[in-house]
């Protein structure tokens, strides 16, 4: 069985070895990169897109369901309800 020391320099050896690969598969792996790059005529926008892409319905407006008679407000029936109509029938505030 191996003494600790031996087993220390094994390892060093070892890390040594794992580093010098990974640096030459590294920059294999680099040149197939650039070749592909190269051959398909790729931009760093293409590669590494910024921010997220626009969701298509982002913008899109909907038409309001409920009008407030006294002040004329609008609500599409999304989100938080209005004061004007919280706890309160919405069938009365319908627009036809």
């Not at 294999?28 to 650039?34: E, F, K, S």
């Not at 921010?51 to 008679?69: E, F, H, I, M």
Request: proline residues 7%; aromatic residues 8%.
């Amino acid at each position: 069985m191996p003494s600790y020391k031996e087993l220390l320099a094994q390892r060093q050896n070892l890390d040594a070895q794992i580093e010098a690969m990974r640096k030459s598969e590294s920059q294999d792996a680099l040149a197939t990169v650039r070749q592909l790059i190269s051959e398909f005529g790729l931009t760093q926008a293409d590669i590494f897109p910024t921010g997220r892409a626009k969701s298509p319905l982002k913008g899109n407006t909907v038409a309001p369901k409920y009008r407030d008679p006294a002040t004329g407000s609008t609500w599409t029936g999304r989100g938080k309800p209005p004061l004007w109509i919280a706890k309160q029938d919405r069938a009365q505030f319908e627009i036809k």
